[in-house]
């Protein structure tokens, strides 16, 4: 069978998001949607029909009539989500997810055949029950009508696109999602180490962390939004709504990412080590991609103790502490209420811009510090309580408790390295980290040098090397390295992170889709004779 790749379509569905794009040439896109998984069900409707139900910029222009004074005539539904407790993705309203595929099908892709002509690939999260795969075959199949179905997971597709067999893979959730570890050993999930996941580390965790900073550091960014806002309704007397406060400064984050403007500095790590990892960064950002698996080997200078030589050898631009003049090291983004013209043109309007200054690089650190998240807590004595009240309310409530999460990221991946048994199989899944997200934050060129120095305490390999206190140590043959996409891949060299599972469902679909020799897909015809539970007797991708 000749599976054409112009007709292949791609699905890479999280809790939040649906990513997806049709046909795969020679030069891969990247997808040509990203669309919501949050709906609305329009009132007086039963739900029953994916025609109740508002996706996408439908349910975008209602809520903008909403905001401008009208009736809010829907209810907002999440259809799938992670369990916090168990970490189970559970689909909740199968009606209002397949308006979502149809949607993206129909409307956003557009496209130009029917289904039965499109080939299809669907990634997912690695938990899924049993129940839950056997209804998404029943609906892509029953309902959506695609002849062929590839179905694998999101840490599957994951390492092939950075090209490993073996690793750790790493995907950090969006808000509510959460963050979960995976191990991968010759293309296969260890099921015995899979799955871990910390419940309360995601990228919406990192945004709200780093917008309380940010106020902390510079409390008149709340006074340049609100002048702005009154400007802009020409109305002095104008205040913020409920909630409106805390999305403007994360809209304000969100620049950052975009911009590139974030990087990782905290005092949490020492001074030497920080400055170190700016160095890792930097050389990377000079280098290429490839700089960033190891041109500068952060974790063996850290074991040989040669920390303090490599940052007197080359230092940082700025003044004599490395530090660089605090002016230097603001940016400028956006203000949110500005016109789009003014925005490009500081000049034009006082409040076309906000400057941001180096608390901006202590936005990753929850992720390996999850303690620091209790600032956010009104009732927490680290906290600013007037500032995290106006921000969040009591929504964060959970990290003052004695029982807030307190293992880092790093951890994390030391505790899945310790549940694989053997020990060869775990030389080899340490020898590669991949970092995905469903956000932008696995795109944060200092997510790498961060992370892989602080994996060096659990790597079991003899020849990693082990660090003397007393300035003896065995030198590192191999260190565990940050795998990711390949620079080839020109579309997708600035989303790499969060792009990396689509490319890896685009190569392996390619591959795959149509190989009668080695039955990795289910069709239609298999599907038809044999049901939705056909897919447990394929082979394993």
């Not at 074991?303 to 940052?311: C, H, N, Q, Y």
């Not at 790498?448 to 994996?455: C, D, H, K, S």
């Not at 997708?492 to 990795?520: H, N, P």
């Amino acid at each position: 069978m000749v599976v054409r790749d112009e007709l292949l379509l791609i699905f890479d569905l999280t809790s939040t998001l649906l990513r997806a794009g049709v046909g795969v040439h020679d030069l891969i896109r990247g997808p040509l949607i990203e669309l919501p998984t949050r709906v609305g069900r329009m009132a007086g409707k039963p739900g029953t029909r994916t025609e109740d139900f508002l996706v996408g910029a439908q349910l975008a222009a209602a809520e903008a009539v909403t905001a401008a004074g009208g009736v809010q005539d829907f209810d907002i539904i999440d259809p799938i989500y992670v369990d916090r407790r168990t970490g189970v993705f559970q689909v909740t309203d199968w009606n209002a997810l397949e308006a979502v595929f149809r949607y993206a099908m129909h409307t956003s892709l557009q496209l130009q055949r029917p289904p039965l002509a499109h080939p299809t690939v669907l990634a997912i999260p690695p938990n899924l029950s049993v129940a839950t795969m056997d209804q998404l075959h029943r609906l892509l199949f029953e309902r959506l009508l695609v002849p062929q179905l590839l179905v694998s997971t999101r840490p599957f597709f994951a390492s092939g696109a950075a090209g490993i067999l073996s690793g750790i893979v790493v995907d950090i959730g969006y808000r509510g999602e959460g963050t979960e570890i995976s191990a991968v050993h010759e293309n296969q999930l260890v099921e015995s180490a899979s799955g871990f996941r910390l419940t309360d580390v995601d990228e919406g965790i990192c945004d709200d962390y780093c917008a309380y900073r940010l106020l902390e550091a510079d409390p008149s960014i709340e006074r340049q939004l609100l002048e702005a806002k009154r400007a802009a309704a020409n109305d002095p007397a104008v205040q913020f709504s409920r909630g409106e406060f805390a999305n403007c400064v994360r809209r304000l984050v969100g620049e950052l990412k975009i911009n590139g403007a974030i990087s990782f500095e905290s005092p949490l790590l020492g001074k030497d080590i920080s400055q170190l990892l700016q160095l890792g960064i930097q050389q990377a950002a000079g280098e290429g991609e490839e700089g960033e698996e190891g041109t500068l080997d952060v974790a063996k200078a850290i074991v040989e103790g040669k920390v303090d030589e490599i940052v007197r050898g080359k230092g940082t631009k700025g003044g004599p502490d490395g530090q660089g003049d605090e002016d230097d090291r603001s940016v400028r983004v956006a203000n949110p209420y500005a016109p789009a013209a003014s925005a490009a043109d500081s000049s034009s309007s006082p409040h076309a811009t906000i400057r941001i200054g180096p608390a901006r690089h202590r936005y990753l650190e929850p992720l390996f510090f999850p303690a620091v998240l209790s600032c956010l807590s009104p009732s927490s004595s680290s906290s600013n309580p007037a500032l995290a009240k106006a921000l969040f309310g009591d929504e964060y409530e959970r990290f003052s408790s004695p029982d807030a999460p307190s293992a880092g990221l790093h951890e994390a991946v030391g505790i899945v390295l310790s549940d694989v048994s053997e020990e060869e199989v775990r030389n080899a899944v340490s020898e590669a980290v991949v970092v995905v997200s469903s956000g932008r934050i696995a795109n944060n060129r200092a997510l790498g040098p961060a992370l892989i120095p602080l994996l060096s305490p659990f790597r079991s390999d003899p020849a990693a090397g082990v660090f003397d206190p007393d300035g003896a140590s065995t030198p590192s043959s191999r260190t565990t390295r940050f795998a990711r996409t390949p620079h080839y891949f020109s579309s997708f060299k600035e989303r790499k992170g969060d792009w990396a599972v689509y490319l890896g469902a685009c190569i392996m679909g390619k591959l795959l889709i149509g190989d009668t020799q080695s039955k990795l897909f289910m069709s239609k015809q298999d599907y038809a004779a044999h049901g939705p539970a056909h897919y447990r007797l394929l082979d394993a991708v």
